[in-house]
């Protein structure tokens, strides 16, 4: 027997069992014999080469018959290529959790194994992911076999992270979030993304707050859904605040202002959980929502008419509006609304010179934004410092672009604890003073609060003017002031 024959456990890209003689030759599986011996039979035998060269080994792996008969070329390159593979799968197959091994670190050492002949980790990368998925629990198939338990389920620090299970609910919320979540309550930020949401589920909903000293946004829970029910919100945050309490020595909480997109069912929601809370709409979304319908309903109409692109703008600036009365209740005088004085004036304006099309969009705004919410909640007059839901923008696009599509539910988690784990070390070096506070980066948001306050001031002295109107007519002392 040849003393020189090495022989290395390998496998085919279908995981069946495979070995590799002195990393040139490569030998599948065949059969197990009665005693157990297994035979081997070389891969070129199914090619055109018909190589019948095959190997007999015991189950210790010694030989017990070797033929060589090989009638091609070696294969140096692509037994290297397999022996990587097999030795990185098994890593993977080692680890408690798949998704913690790094196949690039393994393949930097392997390679060095390897030397010269070693295949590039780019044309084995979608292998190796293959097989690191394939280790994972079997894909849920529905939001029902979702289990109670879970590696998934604690944090890096080995805390509890899923709090609360349900037909329709999933929420996770380390006790570090519940923490900040408490502390850090005067303003709260929720969204549902549905990009990221595991094919099982329809959205991952999130909350997040604002740590005023770091002048950064921190995640505070992160929830799984089925729906978008109010009643699946209202369940969510009575859990949310039941774990938030129970870190806060069993006190109430009481936050003071809640942002979220325009969806009734979220703040409806909240203000069952929270009646005193303030509901504060996302400015980006109603301008948005504008834009959509002003372009489906008079888009000609306003790109044609300067007058008109006037009235859009001041419609799509009502946010920075006082509105409260301008015009204080004295001598027995009627209290004037400002935002619905310049709706109507817009409004009169338009039927008088028939812009039906505009006409349109003004009845949509009024059913929206008038009737149908409270103008409070999507007005930001003195408390535009966070005048849209950004806490939210970055943070959604940095999630969507983790991930290529939508994956299975085991996946999202662990990225979802991943994330826990990295605010976590983030907040506990800027606190400590490891690390800086983030800077704050000025931009759109002090220019318009700038405009405000100038506004604010000609608003005052109009005021003024108005009341003292008002007194000298109450007089007739007005004629030479007209």
Partial sequence: MDDKLKIEISETNRGKEQIIINKKYKYNFSTLKKDNTKVYICTEYRTSNKCK??????????????????????????TSISI??????????????????????????????????????????????????KQLFPDIKTFEEIPDESEYYRTIRNENFMIFKNSNLV???SPFQAKLFSKYKKDIFAVG?????????????????????????????????????????????????????????????????????????????????FPDINIKYCIWHYKRSLEINKNALCYKEVEDNNILYIYYKAISNLLFINPEFIISNCCNNPL?????????????????CDRFQFL???????????????????????????????????????LNNLFAKKFFFFKLI?????????????????????WNKKKRILGRTEEIDGLIRHYEKL????????????????????????
């Avoid at 070797?66 to 692509?78: A, T």
């Avoid at 196949?103 to 030397?115: A, H, T």
């Fill in 336 to 352: 004037h609304e400002y935002i619905f004085d310049i709706y109507n004036k817009i409004k009169s304006s338009c039927k008088a």
């Fill in 414 to 434: 662990y990225v979802l604890q991943k994330e826990e784990s990295l605010y976590y070390n983030d907040f506990e070096r800027r606190i400590g003073g490891i």
């Fill in 193 to 273: 993304t549905f990009y990221i949401a595991s094919i099982i589920s329809y959205q991952v909903f999130i909350t997040r707050t604002y740590v005023t000293e770091l002048n950064g946004f921190y995640t505070t829970s992160f929830s799984v859904l089925k729906d978008k029910k109010q009643s699946t919100y209202e369940i969510l945050f009575e859990e949310i605040t039941k774990n938030v309490i129970k870190y806060n020595n069993n006190i109430e909480i009481t936050p003071k202002n809640f942002h979220c997109d325009f969806e009734k069912g979220i703040s409806n929601a909240v203000k069952k959980t």
């Fill in 360 to 398: 349109k969009f003004l009845e949509y705004f009024k059913n929206i934004y008038l009737n149908n919410y409270d103008i409070k909640s999507w007005n930001y007059y003195k408390s535009i410092k966070h005048i849209t839901n950004n806490a939210f923008e970055s943070f959604n696009n940095y």
């Fill in 459 to 482: 608003e005052s002295e109009l005021i003024k003017m108005a009341i003292i109107k008002m007194i000298l007519l109450n007089y007739g002392l007005i004629v030479y002031l007209i």
């Fill in 84 to 133: 990587t593979k097999h030795k990185i799968k098994n890593e993977i197959r080692k680890s408690l959790i798949p998704l913690d091994m790094r196949p690039k670190r393994i393949y930097d050492e392997v390679s060095q194994e390897l030397g010269f002949i070693c295949p590039e980790y780019n044309s084995i990368k979608s292998q190796l992911s293959r097989s690191r998925n």
């Fill in 53 to 78: 060269s095959f190997i007999i080994l015991y189950n210790n792996k010694e030989v017990l018959k070797y033929k060589s008969s090989y009638n091609h070329l070696e294969k140096e390159f692509s």
């Fill in 171 to 173: 929420i996770f919320q």
